[in-house]
């Protein structure tokens, strides 16, 4: 079946760091693309999303680009702040269906 | 706008008992909801899909007879764990379809059930 697979974490970073958080997946036919954020004690917020080959969601400073060629969704930020430190998510869905999550990510950003 | 409210947000009960969790669109008629459970630092699982008027589909692995679910109106979807034991405990997250689109999810904030 469809699956997501996150880097291991934490990630710890300084801020104004570059974040790369990578995500690949395996599914058939065209799924759509997902980053949620969850912050602590909060639920998921969507992130970005991307919903063909080539299309790269952006939002917040955060960018992602869905790679068919090497079935990958990686979550950049150019320069980060102490309030990105949260954990996200990669995901994927098709047709309508419940969303499959990667493990998650935990983001810890140091002043 | 598509907004679900889950309460409550935590919860504490005794072995055996039953604890039931909701999860209400405020703003949009919710016909399918998704129920997720989460482990410490772990994914999100999904545990079944239910839709408006139908009975839940279960994913492989989830007992329906302990996790009762009900989506008997568009703005309620109702998880219930019954008899519910110390393995029970874990944080359990709604999430709603919102219109036709592939991609248009919100997600309630989650309850923490702790059983003792």
């Known amino acids: 079946g469809d699956s997501v697979t996150q880097m291991e974490g934490p990630v710890t970073l300084s801020e104004e760091a570059f974040l790369t958080i990578n995500c690949t997946y395996t599914?058939?036919?065209?799924?759509?693309l997902f980053w949620y954020v969850q912050y602590p004690g909060e639920g998921l917020q969507l992130l970005l999303k991307?919903?063909?080959?080539?299309d790269k969601g952006s939002n917040k400073g955060f960018e992602a680009t869905y790679r068919k060629e090497t079935t990958s969704f990686h979550l950049e930020k150019g320069s980060v702040q102490v309030s990105d430190s949260a954990v996200y998510f990669c995901?994927?869905?098709?047709?309508?269906?419940?969303?499959?999550f990667g493990k998650g990510t935990t983001l810890s950003v140091s002043s | 706008g598509a907004v679900v409210s889950q309460h409550p947000s935590r919860v504490i009960c005794k072995s055996g008992t039953s604890v039931k969790i909701e999860c209400r669109s405020l703003?949009?008629?919710?016909?399918?909801m998704f129920w997720y459970r989460q482990f410490p630092k772990q994914s999100l699982m999904l545990m079944a899909t239910?839709?408006?008027?139908?009975?839940?589909?279960?994913e492989q692995g989830v007992e329906k007879d302990k996790f009762l679910i009900n989506h008997a109106s568009l703005t309620l979807s109702t998880l219930t764990v019954t008899s519910a034991h110390p393995e029970d405990s874990s944080f359990y997250i709604c999430?709603?379809?919102?219109?036709?689109?592939?991609?248009?999810?919100?997600f309630g904030s989650g309850t923490r059930l702790t059983v003792v």
């Open positions: 999430s709603a379809r919102v219109g036709l689109t592939n991609y248009g999810y919100t």
């Open positions: 599914a058939t036919g065209y799924p759509s």
């Open positions: 991307a919903t063909k080959a080539d």
């Open positions: 995901a994927l869905n098709q047709a309508g269906t419940a969303l499959i």
């Open positions: 703003d949009f008629q919710a016909t399918t």
């Open positions: 239910s839709n408006e008027g139908s009975k839940a589909t279960y």
